[in-house]
Each structure stands twice: as structure tokens, then as C-alpha cells.
């Protein structure tokens, strides 16, 4: 397929905008019954996904089938659940409006436009393709310019199992994006770094486009002191080195209490160093992107050259297309190794005095996506995460929020805002609409000109009956 230019954008928009009639015009049913179809055939053909996602990105095959059936239990709950979250439901109406009846639906947008990202091709765009094509959209997907073999397959799927052109998928570079989001799509949901993201929306608000942004992290684990340090060491090792470390809500800092530090960082160095020294048999596979290796090589040469340790790896870890495990020690927070996104295999490991202060030196970063805490104090620790500022957090283990569909999945600040996955984001992707009908005629009339001022007094009346009582 020729790679999607701006001009020839207009044709699958106008595709989408003629499916989106007739998709959102079926019932929950219906529409359940065509994405389970979807479901199905992803399923039965997910070896040959994983193939080709294995071949775009570098990560092994059973990763990019990890990925593909995370990717598919949210479609399953999103077809499954969009009639019991979006229906129309009565609500009540009041004392106010006793006579009136009143209830609430959420309607389709339109045509959403998705703009996904190359870490993980299925399983992110998937959280914004599933739930917005279960609320009754018709969808236009950009896949990374580095995985469009992989979106173009997941359309394939599509007009396999249902044939109508309601997912449409166009390829090409930022340019193409750019295109969509002023294309007059009726949403745009965008996953990236925070920079494109703020000119995502800088395109968007020129035709008030709304948008759902996710823009990385910079993932936090707190390890307490009275932690399973076995099991949080090899969460720290798959969370910071799982996919080459390219998880926006991986862990990339580590705050471990003192009187456990050097036990915690020896048995993560253990880990780190076990992995095979020859790049074909890394466990993560290799970098997808190559300008991402720069990154991650100032980040580390930043963090030693402003006195951390590199305890396991260090600059010579950079070997490309690969970067061995590199586990940092005593970085200062303010450097750069802290404060931006890495997105590679690199862990920085610092000390706390105690929990509050693992609270505090978390929540100092403009990115709050998702992060971990381990304890054994299980009560305590969900109390910690209250205090996280963060969209997610998992108690004993890391990214157990990516396969519960039924939670919402976003961030606040660098990371973004708007929710999918879950209620929350079936509702992303509908508009709310209130009705309201006459039940009988008001007992006091106050929605008129001209109202009778004695029945204004005594509306009056038992207003402040209800709503003023007890007030000093």
C-alpha cells in the first residue's frame, strides 16, 4: 500500500464518514455481535500478527502475542459492556422538576481519528479502536510511520470479519497525522511523547477537535522497607527492561527505603546481569526506533557525569540496535536521567529516608502516568498510592492496571488527559445527551413569564425548608 499522503487523505475520511452513518445507526447488539466477529478473527490469526509485529518493532514474538491478547480482552469488554454503560437510562428530576421526566444516552461522535504509537502497535491503539467503534464511531487509524504494516493489517482483519469500511487506515509520517487532526474528524485520540502531543492540540483547536492525549511517562516504583525484595526486584527488571525499557508506563526511577537499598539494588543487579550478553538472545529484543538509542545514551552519560553509578551497564550498554540492561545508582534528581522520559532499558535506583519522602520525589515530575509500590502492608499501601500523582498505580506488581479492561487508563500533567479502557472510556467516545419530557402539569408554575408571585412565595418556601435549614 502507497503510504498515505495529505491530498488522499480526503478519500477513506469521506469512507468513514458514510460507514459511520451506518454503524451508529445499529443497535448495541448488532454492533457486539460484528466487533466479536473481529475479536475472533484477530484471535485465530494472532501467530500471524505477532509475526509481523515482531518484524516491525524488534520485540520477540511471544511479547507481540502478550501484547495481542491484552489487546483483544479489551475489545471482548468493550463489545461486550458499551449497551450496559451507554444506554438510555431514566435518571430522577427533583423536587424542582417533579413534573418532568428525564433521562440520559450517549450518542456516537461521528469518525474518530487515532494516531498510534510504534512501542506497542495493537495493544495502545486498540484501547481507542475498540471502545470507540463499540460506542458506534466509525474510525480513521494512523499507525506509526515505523509500524504500518501492522495497522494495515488490523483493517484486513476488520474487512474480513465485517466488510464494511468502518475502521479505515491511512499511513504515512507526521504529515499525515498533521492532516487528520485538521481533517475535521469529529476526536482525535493521539499516544506519543508530550511534545507531538502539544501540537496535536495545537492542530486540533484550530477546528475545536476535541482530544484524548497521551503523552509518556516517567514511572515511579517505591519499594518499602518491609517489601518482598525478590518480587519487587524482578517487577523493577520487567517493568524498566520489559520491551527495551519502551513502556510509557513502565518503571524507569526507583525509590527504595534505606535500610533495604543495597539488598534491593543487589538482588535488581543480579537480574540485570543474568541476561544474555549477545543482542539476538536479549529477552526484550532491540531498540524499534534508532533515534530513541540517543536518547537514552545522553540520559546515561548525564547520570554519570553528574556522579551517579553505573552499577550494571553504563555507556558501553549502548550497542545499536541493541542497549544491554543498565541499572543506575545515586542520580541526582534533577538530572536528566530523572526528569525526562527515557523509553529504554535503563533503571535509576536512589534511596529514601522513608515513605513520605519516596511520595514526594515521585510526585516531582511534570509526567504522572502510573506507578508501583511494594509492601506487605497491603492496606498501607493502597493508601500510598491515594497520595500518588498519577492516573494508575499497581500494589505488588507492576502494569496489572493494563489488563483489567474494566479500569480507565490515562494521565494527568506531561501525560496527558482523557481516559481509555473501561466505562470511562466508552464514554470518551460519545457525547451525552439529557432528555427530558412533561409528565403532568406543575403544581407550582414557575417556568413561565408572568408567574403568579404567590406561587413564586411559596416555592420560595419550601425551598429554604429544604435547603436552608439549620444554617446559622
Not at 3 to 13: K, N, S, Y
Not at 306 to 332: C, K, Q, S
Request: glycine residues 10%.
Amino acid at each position: 500500500m502507497v503510504a498515505t499522503t495529505e491530498v488522499r487523505l480526503q478519500a477513506p475520511l469521506a469512507a468513514a464518514r458514510r460507514a459511520a452513518t451506518w454503524w451508529g445507526a445499529l443497535d448495541f447488539d448488532e454492533r457486539r455481535a460484528r466487533l466479536l466477529a473481529w475479536k475472533r478473527t484477530v484471535a485465530a490469526r494472532s501467530d500471524e500478527l505477532a509475526a509481523v509485529i515482531s518484524e516491525e518493532t524488534g520485540k520477540p514474538v511471544g511479547d507481540a502475542l502478550l501484547e495481542i491478547m491484552l489487546a483483544v480482552e479489551h475489545l471482548d469488554w468493550a463489545a461486550r459492556n458499551a449497551s450496559r454503560v451507554l444506554r438510555r437510562r431514566r435518571v430522577r428530576s427533583g423536587l424542582l422538576a417533579a413534573d418532568q421526566g428525564a433521562a440520559l444516552a450517549y450518542r456516537p461522535l461521528g469518525v474518530i481519528g487515532v494516531i498510534g504509537p510504534w512501542n506497542y502497535p495493537v495493544y495502545t491503539p486498540m484501547g481507542s479502536l475498540s471502545y470507540a467503534l463499540a460506542a458506534g464511531n466509525a474510525v480513521v487509524f494512523k499507525p506509526s510511520e515505523h509500524t504500518p504494516r501492522t495497522g494495515q493489517w488490523l483493517a484486513e482483519a476488520w474487512s474480513s470479519a465485517v466488510g464494511e469500511p468502518v475502521l479505515q487506515v491511512v499511513t504515512g509520517d507526521g504529515a499525515v497525522g498533521a492532516a487528520l487532526c485538521a481533517a475535521g474528524v469529529d476526536k482525535v485520540a493521539f499516544t506519543g511523547s508530550a511534545a507531538t502531543g502539544r501540537k496535536v492540540m495545537a492542530a486540533c483547536a484550530q477546528t475545536l477537535t476535541p482530544v484524548v492525549i497521551e503523552g509518556g511517562g516517567k514511572d515511579a516504583m517505591i519499594v518499602a522497607a518491609d517489601a518482598d525484595l525478590d518480587a519487587a526486584a524482578k517487577a523493577a527488571a520487567f517493568g524498566g527492561f520489559g520491551n527495551a525499557g519502551q513502556t510509557c508506563a513502565g518503571v524507569e526511577r526507583v525509590y527504595v527505603e534505606r535500610p533495604v537499598y543495597r539488598e534491593f539494588v543487589d538482588r535488581l543487579s543480579a537480574i540485570a546481569s543474568a541476561l544474555p550478553e549477545d543482542g539476538d538472545q536479549l529477552p526484550y529484543g532491540r531498540m524499534t526506533v534508532p533515534s530513541q538509542v540517543d536518547i537514552v545514551r545522553r540520559h546515561i552519560d548525564d547520570a554519570v557525569a553528574r556522579g551517579g553509578t553505573a552499577v550494571v551497564g553504563g555507556p558501553e550498554a549502548v550497542r545499536p540496535p541493541y542497549i544491554f540492561p543498565v541499572v543506575l545508582t545515586d542520580v541526582p534528581e534533577d538530572s536528566a536521567a530523572m526528569t525526562e522520559e527515557t523509553f529504554g532499558p535503563t533503571l535509576v535506583v536512589n534511596p529514601v529516608d522513608d515513605l513520605d519522602d519516596a511520595v514526594r520525589r515521585a510526585n516531582a515530575t511534570t509526567y504522572g502516568l502510573a506507578a508501583s509500590i511494594f509492601s506487605r502492608n497491603r492496606r498501607e499501601a493502597v493508601r500510598l498510592a491515594a497520595r500518588l500523582r498519577t492516573g494508575a498505580a499497581s500494589v505488588n506488581g507492576v502494569l496489572g492496571f493494563a489488563a483489567v479492561p474494566a479500569l480507565p487508563f490515562g494521565g494527568v500533567g506531561d501525560s496527558g488527559f482523557g481516559r481509555i479502557h473501561g466505562p470511562d472510556g466508552l464514554r470518551e467516545f460519545s457525547r451525552a445527551q439529557s432528555v427530558t419530557w412533561q409528565r403532568f402539569k406543575a403544581p407550582l408554575d414557575l417556568m413561565r413569564l408572568g408567574r403568579d408571585q404567590a406561587v413564586l412565595d411559596r416555592a420560595v418556601r419550601v425551598f429554604r425548608m429544604r435547603h436552608a435549614r439549620g444554617a446559622k
